[in-house]
């Protein structure tokens, strides 16, 4: 065998134990931080805060300095709400006749806002609901909304971008557009082809206190008096002697035509009993300082959140929530990641700031207290790459990147992945609207360039379905624990390429910018 070739050989083969060594030591952190001792890690809990202590802990071992506002933390307080059912009711009213609707089976209150004790008012199906200027959409144009509850199916026509029908999707959004044409609450029914979890175990999660900011100017749903989620195998109840079905309304949305917009001939009718209280959470930040006299000054931030969904309702007599994936994963990633740059000694330009926030499971609030009152100046946040869930089931051949084209950013990762040999997709899901449903979007409104990841697959390959069964069968329920099979190496590949994304941001020339098309590319400039 020629020297050159055995030395490459042996060169693959040290790089390949280095991967095993590190996989078994970011799967070491995941272990800690979903074990059942920590309870699934909820918001504001003792087990949450025995986390952000173990993470405070790990970060000063790999040489982060304190980033906090109290050394590694950042204390973020909550108002908490949660739900008496029991004493609380909910029907649909016609002609007169009531016919209550049972809490659970046909729908569920949301408590992402504070929701009015009672509220009687009459239902307009308002088809997606949605309002997108740059498109000339607006499905609530003509309807007479004052008033009353707008009922509105989750998703939108496919010839909105993906980055358009996410903004417009998301809940502040929906509901300032809502708000300005008089409406006084929501009712969304789920598209059964695109809800991630199943109506039978989403209907579990109604009991969970939910949280927002205790700060009342961070509300993103004041004035909102009602809210509730509709099973979509009950909702046809809300349509009969409407002169449409919900039938109709699914064939529709599936061939992708215009929904119709029609009064509903019922008033929602509710009773809510709320306990109120409020709790003090963690965002945990440790700092690697840059070197460069002008760039150091400019910060780079991997994110993952560190809070999960607790102690639930019982799934096969288990109710901890321990959250493996999601996200101890990415918690355990920014830990190696912190370490392995301390290892190699890494001279970096910018400053990189590690931060694992919490409530995100409350609607990424704790990236919206750190996004808007960050430990380091607001405008010198120059990247996020957020790792939440990114799943490391199967070898890493691809890797899906949501905001892919938005940014500069999506030029740094192709460059990254094209060494290490791993080929990138963009999001595959588009309708899921994963872009914003996790905490880079609290940077990306404060108009930070962000990331986020998936480990990615071929449609019809068993990597898809693999993870397919995953978001069915282990998403939000507490089988995402330490039994799951897991692929240690390729986990340890994706910290490498994050780390190499990371060093390439931080040591560049010029700080990350949003594309010149990108819908987000408003929100630098606001």
Known sequence: MPRTVALLLASMTLFSADLAREGVRWW?????????????RNTGSEGHRKAAQFVSTEFERAGLKP????GYIQPVEFAVRKLDEPASSLA????GRVTP??????ASFSLRADLAPDVDAPAVFVGFGLVVPEKGIDDLAGLDLKGKIAVFLTGGPSSIPSALKAHYSSAAERWKAMQKAGAIGLASIPNPRSMDIPWERARLARLNPMMSLADESASESRGEQFAINVNPARAEKLFAGSGHTFAEILKLADADQKLPRFPLGLNFRAHVKI???????QNVAGLRPGEDPALKNEYVIFSAHLDHLGMGEPINGDRIYNGAMDDA?????LIEIATLMKEANAHLKRSVLFLAVTGEEKGEQGSLYFATHPTVPKSAIVADINMDMFLPLFPLKYLEVQGLAESTLGDDIRAVCAKAGVQVQADKEPDKNRFIRSDQYSFIKQGVPALAFKFGWIP???EEKTFQDWIKNRYHAPSDDLSQPVDKTAAAQFNRILLDLGERVANAKDRPHWKPDSFFRRFASE
């Open 460 to 462: 019809g390959s068993p």
């Open 275 to 281: 306990d109120r209280s409020r709790v003090e959470s």
């Open 329 to 333: 994963s990415g918690v355990a990633s």
């Open 92 to 95: 649909i009213v016609r002609k």
């Open 101 to 106: 609707l049972v809490l659970g089976d046909d």
């Open 67 to 70: 980033a906090g506002t109290s």
């Open 28 to 40: 070491s952190h995941v272990q800690v931080l979903a074990d059942d001792k920590m309870e699934g």
